[in-house]
């Protein structure tokens, strides 16, 4: 929390927390947690946007996303019967239907399902930039057993989890 007064504390736990600040008496603040130490950070800046900027120095500043990653996304891939997914993408647009990224159906490496695909991937990800939307796909960390020979490279590597 940030103080009017000047500090800043950081409850550096993953147990449950509760606090009272003020509930109890407006001159006391009591913080509980569901362990028997807690790890905290106090930040004495004297003015609340030095405490702030103490704070962001130690632990970094958040990263603000881009503006797309806030607009409606859409799955568009068997939405509409006898359509593909680009086709649903240009409805979209000639509907004016909001749309700031779509998601593709692509899931990266467990069966290799990209592979011999990577031009046409390339090309339908443009074809989605020039209409606008940002594309995203899956890439899963794990490995199928069909996905022959990486599977077995893996395998003799020692790299997969029993």
């Not at 239907?97 to 443009?126: D, V």
């Amino acid at each position: 929390f940030l103080s009017n007064r000047g500090y800043a504390m950081l409850i550096d736990e993953s147990h449950l927390c509760r606090f009272d600040m003020g509930r109890t008496g407006s001159d006391q603040f009591n913080i509980m947690i569901e362990n028997n130490r807690m790890r905290f950070h106090v930040f004495f800046g004297n003015t609340p946007a030095k405490s702030l900027a103490m704070f962001s120095t130690w632990r970094g500043k958040t990263l603000v996303p881009p503006p797309w990653q806030f607009g409606p996304w859409k799955q568009a891939g068997g939405t509409l019967p006898d359509t593909t997914e680009l086709q649903v993408g240009e409805k979209m647009v000639v509907h004016d239907i909001p749309c700031s990224c779509r998601q593709a159906y692509t899931h990266f490496f467990p069966k290799g399902s990209q592979r011999g695909h990577e031009q046409e991937l390339k090309e339908l990800n443009e074809k989605f930039h020039a209409l606008g939307m940002k594309s995203t796909t899956y890439f899963n960390a794990f490995v199928s057993t069909e996905y022959h020979p990486v599977f077995d490279d893996v395998a003799k590597k020692g790299f997969l989890l029993k």
